[in-house]
């Protein structure tokens, strides 16, 4: 997902900056099993960035956190699904690219 700020961020660079990022979301998107989103409204991962890791059946879902103060995971199955929740949220406030 991409926030529309950044998006429109993009207007500011010099045209061929501008272009190359463009293209370069556009193969990003035209890969296999990828979705390119953008957020086009407040939502509730806009407190910070996240990372869901699902590894598959061997292992439950966790949470990977990076901030300026450090790293970490979470496994703690509440706390996960909440996560879920709000990037299912966040998901739902977004258009496909």
Do not use: W
Request: net charge negative; charged share 25%.
């Amino acid at each position: 997902m991409i926030g529309h700020a950044a998006m429109a961020y993009l207007e500011q660079l010099p045209a061929d900056v501008r272009e190359g990022q463009r293209e370069r979301i556009r193969e990003m998107a035209a890969r296999p099993n990828v979705t390119v989103r953008v957020l086009t409204r407040m939502h509730a991962a806009a407190s910070g960035s996240f990372t869901m890791l699902t590894p598959g059946d061997e292992l439950p879902p966790f949470v990977y956190l990076d901030a300026l103060d450090g790293c970490r995971y979470i496994e703690d199955a509440d706390v996960v699904s909440l996560y879920e929740r709000t990037f299912a949220a966040a998901r739902d406030s977004t258009e496909i690219l």
